[in-house]
Antibody, heavy 120, light 107 residues
Framework: QVQLVESGGGVVQPGGSLTLSCLAS????????MYWVRQAPGKGLEWVAF????????YYVDSVKGRFTISRDNSKNTLYLGMSSLRPEDTAVYYC?????????????WGQGILVTVSS | DIQMTQSPSAMSASVGDRVTITCRAS??????LAWFQQKPGKVPKRLIY???SLQSGVPSRFSGSGSGTEFTLTISSLQPEDFSTYYC?????????FGQGTKLEIK
C-alpha cells in the first residue's frame, strides 16, 4: 500500500534553513504530482506547495514564495521541501501528500507528518 | 486566490443528530472539493472527494454535495467517533485553499 514517510524536521533558529524529505513507496512515484501541507500548532491546515510528476512545474502559497523550494528525485522516490529564511510562523507539522492520477483524486494518501519548530 | 469560507467554525451536537457543514468558495470550483476529518494529533483523513464521492471505507452516514461555489458535508446520524474537526479543500486553482475548519463537539 502507499506509504509516505517524512523526515528532516527539528528545531531551527529564525533565519535558518532546513530540508524536509518524504520517502514514497507502494506506488509509481514518478507518475504522481506531490504536495506539502502544513499545520501550525492549534491551527488549521494550510496547503504549501505542489510539484508535477516530472518536476517541470511548481506552485507555492504566497507566504513561502522565494523562501521554500519543492523538489523531487524520482530515482530515489523522494520528495523534498527546502526551507530557508525561516520564521517563527513557519513552525508547524509538515505533511507530504499524493496527487491524484488516472481515475484517482488527490489527497487520499498522506505522510504521518514531521514537526518543524522555528525558535531561538 | 480562492477563499473557502467554512461554517460553522464550531458546533455541538448529540449522538444521533444530523449535522451539516458548509463551505463556500469565492469563485466557482466545479466539483474540485474534498472533505477531511482530523482528530487531535492525527493525520487528516479524506472522507469525500469530487464533492460528493465517498472515500472507500468511510461510513455511508457521511455524504457530500454541491458544485460551483457552495458545498455541504452531512453526517446523517452522529456517532461518538465522529466528534472531530472537519476541513474542506478546493483543488481547482493554485494556490489550493482549505476552509478554516469546523470543530464538532459533544453536546
Amino acid at each position: 500500500q502507499v506509504q509516505l514517510v517524512e523526515s528532516g524536521g527539528g528545531v531551527v533558529q529564525p533565519g535558518g534553513s532546513l530540508t524536509l524529505s518524504c520517502l514514497a513507496s507502494g506506488f509509481n512515484f514518478s507518475s504522481y504530482g506531490m504536495y506539502w501541507v502544513r499545520q501550525a500548532p492549534g491551527k488549521g491546515l494550510e496547503w504549501v506547495a505542489f510539484i508535477r510528476y516530472d518536476g517541470s512545474k511548481e506552485y507555492y502559497v504566497d507566504s513561502v514564495k522565494g523562501r521554500f523550494t519543492i523538489s523531487r528525485d524520482n530515482s530515489k522516490n523522494t520528495l523534498y521541501l527546502g526551507m530557508s529564511s525561516l520564521r517563527p510562523e513557519d513552525t508547524a507539522v509538515y505533511y507530504c501528500a499524493q496527487d491524484g492520477g488516472g481515475s484517482s483524486w488527490p489527497f487520499e494518501n498522506w505522510g504521518q507528518g514531521i514537526l518543524v519548530t522555528v525558535s531561538s | 486566490d480562492i477563499q473557502m469560507t467554512q461554517s460553522p467554525s464550531a458546533m455541538s451536537a448529540s449522538v444521533g443528530d444530523r449535522v451539516t457543514i458548509t463551505c463556500r468558495a469565492s469563485q466557482g470550483i466545479s466539483n474540485y472539493l474534498a472533505w477531511f476529518q482530523q482528530k487531535p494529533g492525527k493525520v487528516p483523513k479524506r472522507l469525500i472527494y469530487a464533492s460528493s464521492s465517498l472515500q472507500s471505507g468511510v461510513p455511508s452516514r457521511f455524504s457530500g454535495s454541491g458544485s460551483g461555489t457552495e458545498f455541504t458535508l452531512t453526517i446523517s446520524s452522529l456517532q461518538p467517533e465522529d466528534f472531530s474537526t472537519y476541513y474542506c479543500l478546493q483543488h481547482h486553482t493554485f494556490p489550493y485553499t482549505f476552509g478554516q475548519g469546523t470543530k464538532l463537539e459533544i453536546k
